[in-house]
């Protein structure tokens, strides 16, 4: 049975204007729950979606929701599809849905997918659904709940209501987000979203997405929670033989407490496969270190805790730490809910260093939990458990380009490019090839340089792909035919820039940018160019020499400096400074990259004698 709809979110979508430009429109997107202790908890979803052309009725003639078989029941109330005069042409019927696994990914799940079939969706129909979720067993708390304001489509009006028999609820909201409260229900709404979109160099979420935090108010603090869970956990932090043994033999000869930490560290990052547990008691307790290691496998938990017993095999201490990987901590709400990721805390370097090992493409000990800096946690304590910050120290990220380039008498260009990745563009770049084979990494990679010249790749060649610990590098040997073209003075052309291009570019339209820009890392990148040209010829710099240049954008987001010099033809670095930013300086941002990229693409013109450069892009 759905949760009947308030009667104050009915008035408010009597008024609602929607916006009619795009050609997928939710006009409502609304969740009502009923919250009752001692009786089970409901939520219904009700959506009101108006679809303006052909494209939009074929991408919506499938809706998808996910589910627990083993904890939830669903049902569809009812599926409306109506004309632009707002006659039901068609209803949904139950024999055109079907249910599927949810597909397989790092997240191990019990989780299920039910399919709904839309039947006769035509531009300027609506379509109405109603789908409830109604949890087996009974409520004894009402916990935690993230309520997220946004979708892949604009939407005129979200709201989350909430029917409860207790007075003691309470709640934090982003910005836009609004309170109506009714005898015995709470609605918060929020209207004119636009759609959620993935953009580089993307804020946080709450940054620029309306989000919604309700909970029970409890007596409960960080500490009490933090000693309920270890106590819950006690069984689990006992070391055994198998564990001790593992660490001995791991530490090896290590004396030092920073040696011992990176090996163990490294062999849990290393040995144990992620699999993140997403729902049931499993959700909250690890396994103990002897199962861990015999599955070879565990979420973040299972990772934490293995870490945790071996550094105490050989004398080191450590504290199991609470976090969720993608939202802020709501300090005043004391609740296990909050909570999606566990990591470990070090003493190390006269400092406490964070450590996840489920980041199988960083630097263990020092940048794995990067992606969490800047973000509060619990870190857990017997009879001391407290509030911490992830500090904000991680290592720049640094791209190293060495081209070493020949011209041919035929006007070819042959070049081989060496280019290391250290910090976080190493992790980055490491996390998007290592898994793929060798085959799809060229394939894939040839794509991210977005070659359009005639180009043939000789080789490609990754180094220190399965060593987080090193810079990873990447070697291309390719040739450019024609690459410098006949002329009257004699040859003119450009040189290639692939990693550069795929390091820089972007298809992003900065008028469409939706989203606030974060640079979470300083970001350099340095390169070189030695060039042998064919017998005869020189290539010399103008009087005015084109790459002799040093440029800033406004607001000093992006800056770079080229120069000649006698150890190469060229030398370049470019520096986007950490920070966070306005969506309205992404243009600013963006022209100075593609202001970079023209003074590398200067077009040169090869003489056997005298040499002039035209500095007019093609």
Not at 462 to 486: H, K, M, V, W
Request: hydrophobic fraction near 35%.
């Amino acid at each position: 049975e759905a949760v009947p709809m308030p009667d104050i979110v009915k008035e408010a979508i009597k008024q609602l204007a929607p916006d009619t430009h795009a050609s997928v429109h939710e006009v409502y997107h609304i969740t009502v729950a009923d919250f009752r202790k001692g009786h089970p908890y409901r939520a219904t979803e009700y959506r009101k979606v108006k679809l303006l052309d052909q494209s939009a009725a074929s991408a919506l003639d499938t809706l998808q929701y996910g589910f627990h078989p083993t904890a939830d029941e669903i049902c569809v109330n009812y599926l409306l599809v109506r004309d632009s005069a707002g006659e039901i042409v068609a209803e949904g019927n139950v024999n055109d849905t079907f249910i599927t696994d949810v597909p397989a990914t790092e997240i191990a799940s019990d989780g299920k997918i039910l399919h709904v079939t839309v039947p006769g969706l035509a531009p300027g129909y609506e379509l109405e659904i109603a789908v409830t979720k109604q949890r087996q067993g009974t409520a004894s708390n009402f916990g935690f709940h993230h309520e997220i304001f946004a979708s892949h489509h604009p939407t005129t009006y979200r709201a989350f209501a909430i029917t409860a028999n207790t007075s003691s609820l309470d709640y934090h909201t982003t910005s836009n987000i609004a309170l109506a409260k009714q005898e015995g229900v709470h609605v918060w709404s929020s209207q004119n979203i636009p759609p959620r979109t993935q953009e580089a160099y993307q804020a946080p979420l709450e940054h620029f997405v309306p989000v919604l935090s309700v909970a029970e108010s409890s007596q409960d603090s960080w500490i009490s929670l933090g000693n309920i869970y270890l106590r819950a956990l006690r069984d689990r932090l006992e070391v055994d033989e198998s564990t001790r043994a593992t660490a001995r033999q791991e530490t090896g000869s290590a004396t030092a407490s920073r040696e011992k930490v990176k090996a163990l560290a490294r062999y849990v990052q290393k040995s144990i496969t992620y699999k993140g547990i997403e729902f049931g008691q499993r959700a909250l307790m690890p396994h103990k270190g002897s199962q861990i290691l015999q599955n070879r496998y565990g979420d973040s938990k299972d990772h934490s805790l293995l870490l945790h017993q071996l550094l105490r095999s050989v004398g080191i201490p450590s504290h199991l730490v609470l976090i969720h990987s993608r939202l802020g901590l709501k300090e005043h709400f004391p609740s296990m809910g909050q909570f999606n990721h566990m990591i470990l805390a070090v003493q190390l370097d006269g400092k406490l260093r964070y450590i996840d090992c489920t980041n199988k493409h960083a630097s263990v000990i020092e940048h794995s939990a990067d992606s969490m800096a800047g973000r509060r946690c619990l870190i857990l304590e017997e009879g001391a458990s407290k509030l911490g910050t992830i500090p904000n120290e991680g290592i720049d990220s640094r791209v190293t380009i060495d081209h070493a380039v020949t011209v041919n008498e035929d006007g070819s260009l042959d070049s081989e490019d060496v280019a290391t990745f250290s910090g976080s563009s190493g992790t980055a770049y490491r996390a998007t090839f290592a898994s793929m084979a060798p085959a799809q990494r060229e394939s894939a990679l040839k794509k991210k340089l977005g070659i359009s010249r005639p180009f043939q790749m000789r080789s490609v060649e990754f180094g220190n792909l399965d060593e987080p610990s090193q810079p990873l590098t990447l070697t291309l040997s390719y040739q450019i035919a024609d690459a410098f073209s006949a002329s009257e003075a004699g040859r003119e052309g450009k040189l290639a820039w692939p990693i550069e291009v795929m390091l820089l570019s972007t298809d992003d339209n900065p008028a469409e940018r939706q989203s606030p820009i974060r640079v979470a890392r300083n970001r350099e990148i340095h390169g070189t160019v030695t060039l042998t040209l064919p017998s005869g010829t020189a290539m010399a710099p103008s009087e005015q020499a084109v790459w002799e240049v040093q440029q800033s954008s406004e607001q000093n987001i992006f800056a770079f400096e080229a120069s000649q010099d006698n150890g190469s033809f060229l030398s370049y670095r470019c520096f986007t400074a950490a920070g966070d930013y306005p969506a309205s300086d992404y243009s600013i941002f963006q022209a100075a990259q593609e202001s970079f990229l023209n003074v590398l693409e200067t077009k040169l013109t090869l003489t056997k004698a005298a040499l002039a450069i035209d500095s007019d892009r093609e």
